[in-house]
């Protein structure tokens, strides 16, 4: 797949388009063909089979577009020691030359540059810098690929211009860091926890195991501890190892880049209780003390499995096996374009508010973070090209026509214990792509899910416990059974 990202004093190449582009990249044969995502793909070798043959000029355009730039940092200490030896100091000037051959008028110069002149690398390679080069680019186009889910009614995404970066790029390997996002020192991540390799499903023992009708809104919950860290996105950016920002996941750990998301379910250890009942994946952008530069360990995180109040809990279905959805706005900049998350500033017997930002806690205190996803599925696809077209909010009662399929309610819940003596005043999200000045950090949280959860399993959850109304707590199947093992059991 070919990336290539322009943004003010900063300018990010995969090694596919470096490839490209040293083959002599006017001449070269490019391929175009979208995926069983409906994504678009190039590269210079034709896939198996639907496929066509674009020109250098159509490329061109096509880098621009929205869905094909890299929005995250490149992992830096990933490099392979063969694209290390390589030498790219060429690749600006025969990319320049190539715009003389450009059909389409210029309508925009970019310039190429780095805060810091004396440390230049590309994809962590250090090389002699080089004067500023203006970069031509062709203009992007106005049409977007042929989508296959049916028409929505979304809110529109507001106009967010980001401002330069000012960091001064770390030449430490372990140092990863784009635009106005924190520096991650990942060599502080936590060390990857093994989980569950078995089935932990016992039958009940008690009462205590018997599930009440409570309000007669059906719920589950899960407690699910951390599996690992990484810079990896297998649903934003799949095939594509260190291109997100950093993120803390939980449940299945065998998530990375390169996942097949269709076989979780059967595929890795899971961290949640009930082992491999639940290989189900979840990840959240992590939380950062930026006075460290260390990626926060969460203390714990419960994912609730619920009917909602929004529909009639006789209507609810399993998800379906390899559905995955994202809920938040990883772009939001202010309170009014951060969407379904909020965080919680808690202490026991305190009285807490809700707030779209990071609160302002003292040590001591805890801080939870609650992302909401949505409810209603169209029936057909497993995802949609911008992850969100698939899924929609129920609305007045019920599931809109175009999404008639009613899943649980799902809404991770992760908590963080402020230690500093400073609070959280150094804390933001990996994904905080603005300024931050004083308590204005967190606009950005969202979460990401993929159903990985045993088939048959889930179902009884559905039936026994969310269309039955009854609340089966944290641990409760509803069918005489239990799954056991908590996370503090690692």
């Known amino acids: 797949m070919i990336h290539l990202i322009f943004r003010p004093q900063t300018l990010i190449i995969t090694i596919p388009l470096l490839t490209l582009a040293a083959s002599n990249f006017a001449n070269a044969e490019i391929y175009k063909w979208r995926d069983n995502r409906g994504v678009t793909q190039y590269s210079d070798r034709p896939p198996v089979d639907s496929f ?3 020109t250098p000029n159509e490329l061109v355009n096509s880098l621009l577009t929205k869905d094909l730039c890299v929005d995250g940092p490149i992992k830096k200490n990933t490099v392979s020691t063969v694209a290390s030896t390589k030498d790219y100091s060429g690749f600006f000037t025969s990319f320049i030359k190539t715009k003389n051959t450009l059909t389409t008028p210029v309508k925009s110069i970019v310039t190429a540059t780095n805060s810091n002149k004396n440390n230049v690398s590309i994809l962590g390679l250090a090389k002699t810098p ?22 929505v009614t979304k ?16 030449t430490s390997p372990d140092i990863v860091q784009t635009g106005l996002m924190p520096a991650v020192d990942i060599s502080k991540n936590i060390t990857a926890v093994l989980g569950w390799s078995d089935l932990r499903i016992r039958p009940n023992i008690g009462p205590q195991d018997v599930p009440p009708v409570g309000d007669g809104h059906g719920q589950f919950r899960i407690d699910c501890d951390v599996s690992h860290m990484s810079n990896d996105d297998p649903i934003l950016y799949p095939n594509q190892q260190g291109a997100a920002h950093h993120h803390t996941f939980f449940g299945n750990t065998s998530v990375n880049y390169k996942s097949n998301v269709m076989t979780l379910s059967t595929t890795g250890n899971s961290t949640c209780r009930g082992g491999i009942a639940n290989r189900s994946a979840y ?13 926060l360990k969460p203390t714990s995180a419960l994912w609730y499995y619920k009917t909602g109040y929004s529909v009639p809990k006789s209507v609810i279905t399993a998800p379906p096996k390899g559905l995955r959805m994202i809920s938040g706005n990883m772009k939001a900049t202010s309170a009014a374009t951060s969407r379904e998350v909020t965080y919680n500033c808690f202490l026991e017997g305190q009285p807490s508010t809700s707030s779209k930002n990071i609160p302002a806690c003292k040590q001591g205190w805890t801080i939870v973070t609650h992302v909401s996803f949505p409810q209603c599925w169209d029936g057909k696809n497993l995802d949609s090209p911008d992850h969100y077209s698939h899924m929609a909010y129920p609305s007045g009662g019920s599931c809109p026509a175009t999404h008639p399929v009613a899943i649980p309610e799902i809404i991770l819940n992760t908590k963080y214990l402020v230690t500093s003596a400073e609070g959280t005043k150094n804390w933001r999200l990996s994904s905080d792509n603005y300024a931050v000045n004083g308590y204005n950090a967190g606009y950005t949280g969202h979460g990401d899910w993929i159903n990985g959860w045993d088939e048959k399993v889930i179902a009884g959850i559905v039936k026994n416990c969310l269309n039955a109304g009854k609340d089966c707590g944290s641990h409760m199947l509803g069918d005489g059974t239990v799954l056991y093992g908590a996370n503090r059991d690692f």
Not at 157 to 164: D, G, I, K, L, W
């Open 52 to 54: 066509s043959k674009i």
């Open 130 to 151: 080089t004067p500023p080069a203006q970069v031509a680019v062709a203009p992007p186009k106005t049409t977007s690929p042929a989508v296959t889910t049916p028409p």
């Open 155 to 170: 809110p529109s995404e507001p106009a967010v211009t980001t401002p330069p970066t000012t960091t001064t790029p770390s």
């Open 283 to 295: 990840w959240v952008p992590s939380m950062i003390d930026t006075a460290t530069k260390t990626a």
